[in-house]
């Protein structure tokens, strides 16, 4: 069994609608994967049930009727729009912050479910991933696995160490 196929049952069609969601983004100009499925470029995969991605803001509005148009159901929140079909696990969330703009024009093409799309570079997931992190309005669970990724981020990339905030730079160096 392929890891596609593994994730397609685990998401109950979270291969299906990433892709779904793909060929809709790819109508609408420039747009990047961030967030965690980005860090799996970068690092060991972790599981997920979330898809981040940025687009060009101007095209929201069209790629939030063509989602609905597709069957999935939107909610709409301070910094995001979040989507996901009847049954599926798969979250698609797109945010709203304009911090996020600029990672379009440098995303790469990698590979995610098996689909060549464009993810934000490894500085740009950091930038994501300090942002997050940083959050206290977010939920702590969520910080949490920010710091992890992170965490898991400068293990992977030591040089990442002069961007990294001090407190997870001093982790790092923390030998058991």
């Known amino acids: 069994m392929t890891a596609e196929e593994v994730y397609e049952s685990v998401t109950n069609g979270g291969t299906s609608d990433f ?3 793909v060929k809709i983004f790819d109508r609408f100009g420039p747009w990047c994967l961030i967030d965690g499925l980005a860090v799996n470029c970068y690092v060991e995969p972790v599981y997920t049930v979330d898809a981040d991605f940025v687009m060009v803001a101007r095209e929201m509005g069209k790629v939030q009727a063509a989602l609905t148009a597709a069957g999935f159901a939107l909610q709409t929140f301070p910094h995001s729009v ?4 009847s049954g599926s696990k798969l979250s698609l969330q797109l945010t ?4 996020y703009q ?7 093409r990698r ?28 939920r702590l669970t969520k910080r949490k696995k920010d710091e992890l990724d ?3 981020l400068g293990e992977a990339y030591p040089h990442l160490s002069t961007v990294l905030p001090e407190e997870i730079v001093r982790q790092l160096e923390t030998k058991p």
Request: positive net charge; glycine residues 6%.
């Open 19 to 21: 892709a779904a969601a």
């Open 82 to 85: 979040n989507a996901r079909r």
């Open 96 to 99: 709203t912050d304009a911090r």
């Open 102 to 108: 600029d990672f379009l024009g440098r995303a790469e």
């Open 111 to 138: 590979e995610v479910l098996g689909l060549k799309v464009p993810v934000a570079t490894l500085n740009d997931v950091v930038q994501g991933k300090i942002w997050a992190w940083q959050d206290q309005e977010r």
């Open 150 to 152: 992170l965490l898991r």
